[in-house]
């Protein structure tokens, strides 16, 4: 095995696997950082004396939301800020702690762990990652204590993968004091409760003495005049996670809500989303070992023919598949 630098994710999407990269693989949590593992453990506790007290599933699906009891229980119990600095109120967790954090709460309900992951995963992250100093100390705090939820404003209707061709515009305003930004927003998690949403607009910049479009970051809050709600999305799955759509009219920004450098934009938002690919992919594999285990615990239980039907071979086949896949993704 050679050393080499880079991504090992990149190389394999060139037929190159640079073992080197990954191994020897980082020790687990508990023998990395016990103090965080302990932390990470106390967290998990809460989270399930909540889930055991308060969630209800079929509820949050009937109603399309998670009450407010459940978000203030969260907050009081720290899983609002498992993403923010100590200094800032936060659990600090490194993001193996908190895709742990992320696997339970997918376990025990995947619209939670949507809100949850809205609010921290990228909300609350991107402020954490290119907020100034003083954006850090005035909204930091109150997204830890869960003041209020923090939402991610990216996707339009006419643009989802492509990103960096977001529509919605953000021009200087006449005497140079505020932002105005005019777009629509769709699928936007916790957008018509959140108090802070993190959202991104074309501005024109300077490239090589051309005036071009580049997107930037923005902060806004829906109290900012020409912000609204149009109304939520009606899913077939994950319903009681709300996704929203956003109409910015001529909504105004003030210029210190700029979150990194103006034309920037695009690193942010993505920067941002890699973040997120662990966690969520964290929160799979835990609700997929737990269905493995609801399923064992029906095929154990159910009798068809006069046996329980794990006794049959293709149902042994069907489990033995996914126990195989899930532990891959482990
Ligand atoms: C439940 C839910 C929650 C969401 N929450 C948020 C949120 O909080 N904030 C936010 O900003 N957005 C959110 N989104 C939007 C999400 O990020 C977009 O759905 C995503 O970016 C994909 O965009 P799209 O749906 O417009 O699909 P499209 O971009 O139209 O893609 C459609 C299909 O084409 C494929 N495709 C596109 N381009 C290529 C290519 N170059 N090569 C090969 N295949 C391609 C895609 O993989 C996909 O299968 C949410 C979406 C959902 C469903």
Known sequence: MHSVTGSFVRGIFSGAVHGSLIFPYPDPLDRRDPGEAQRVGRLIDRLREIAH???DSSEFDAHETIPEPIVQALAAGGLLGLTIPEAFGGAGL??????RVFGELSRIDASLAVLVGVHCGLGSMALVQYGSPEQQARYLPMLARGETLAAYALTEPETGSDAQNIRTRAELSSDGAAWILNG???????G???GVIVTFAQTPVERGGDRVSRPTAFIIRPDMPGFKVLGTVQKLGIRGSTQAELLYEDLTVPLDHVLGAVGKGFAVAERVLNGGRLSLAAGCTAGAKHLLHEMTTFAEERVQFGKPIIDFEITQRKMARIAADTYAAD
């Open 94 to 99: 490194s993001p193996s702690g908190y895709a």
């Open 184 to 190: 629509h927003k769709q699928w936007i998690g916790n």
């Open 53 to 55: 007290d308060l969630v």
């Open 192 to 194: 018509q409760r959140a």
